[in-house]
């Protein structure tokens, strides 16, 4: 079963326009984080962000985090070409196994 | 570049076959998982390993059989499966944490499997 929904499904942008993406996740988190896949490949980790904590970067990351509103976004700014992929949320339940659940993903393309 | 090594890249079966997928990580990780991911969904989870032995089986079908020979090896044993099982299958690793922890995980290319 898929712990969080994301929005919007797919998002089109001209490169160098920041791009936001948000997922929504129904249960209490120990974390959030966020991976990147591109087509038909494998997932690659993007940032990690504890419950305890509201903001994080990376780059041209910025994650943010909402646990009374059990939501996150992924900012990307100044996007590019190779930023075109799917985004993913994912969390781990507070208990300490090692489910990690994906949210349902963004679709994102940069227009050149 | 990944760390997390799959093979094969691509594989046909058929319904009556009896195939394997294979995962292999280098870096130290106890705990390992497979996936499978259909066309435009997000990766579900099917098996965790941890320190070897099985953790979590999220009620998987028994036609898919995992197996963990050592530290660094999963593999995925296929028998009778259907077209529905038409899919990406993910392998992954990751340190295991203590509880509560969570920890990043990393990901393999993948394997696509057609049934026919």
């Known amino acids: 079963s898929q712990q969080g929904e994301e929005d919007p499904q797919a998002l089109s942008i001209q490169e160098g326009e920041n791009a936001t993406m948000n997922c929504s996740y129904k249960?209490?988190?120990?974390?959030l984080q966020w991976y990147r896949q591109n087509s038909g490949r494998g997932l690659v980790h993007l940032i990690l962000?504890?419950?305890?904590?509201r903001e994080k970067h990376s780059g041209r990351l910025r994650v943010t985090l909402d646990t009374s509103k059990k939501s996150s976004s992924l900012l990307i700014t100044a996007s590019r070409a190779a930023d075109t992929a799917s985004y993913f949320c994912a969390t781990y339940p507070p208990f300490g196994n090692e489910k990690l659940t994906f949210g349902t993903g963004t679709r994102l393309t940069i227009i050149p | 570049d990944t760390e997390v090594t799959q093979t094969p890249k691509h594989l046909v079966m058929g319904m009556t076959n009896k195939k394997s997928l294979k995962c292999e990580q280098h870096?130290?990780?106890?705990?390992m998982y497979w996936y499978k991911q259909k066309a435009k969904k997000p990766p579900e989870l099917m098996f965790v390993y941890s320190y070897e032995k099985l953790s979590i089986n999220e009620s998987v079908p028994s036609r898919f059989s995992p197996e963990c020979p050592n530290s660094s090896l999963l593999n995925l044993h296929l028998h009778a499966l259907q077209p529905e099982d038409s899919a990406l299958y993910l392998c992954?690793?990751?340190?295991?944490?203590?509880?509560?922890?969570?920890?990043?995980?990393?990901f393999g290319e993948g394997s696509w499997l057609t049934v026919v």
């Open positions: 870096m130290g990780h106890r705990a």
């Open positions: 992954a690793s990751s340190r295991p944490g203590p509880v509560g922890r969570g920890n990043t995980i990393y």
């Open positions: 962000i504890r419950s305890n904590e």
């Open positions: 249960t209490s988190i120990n974390n």
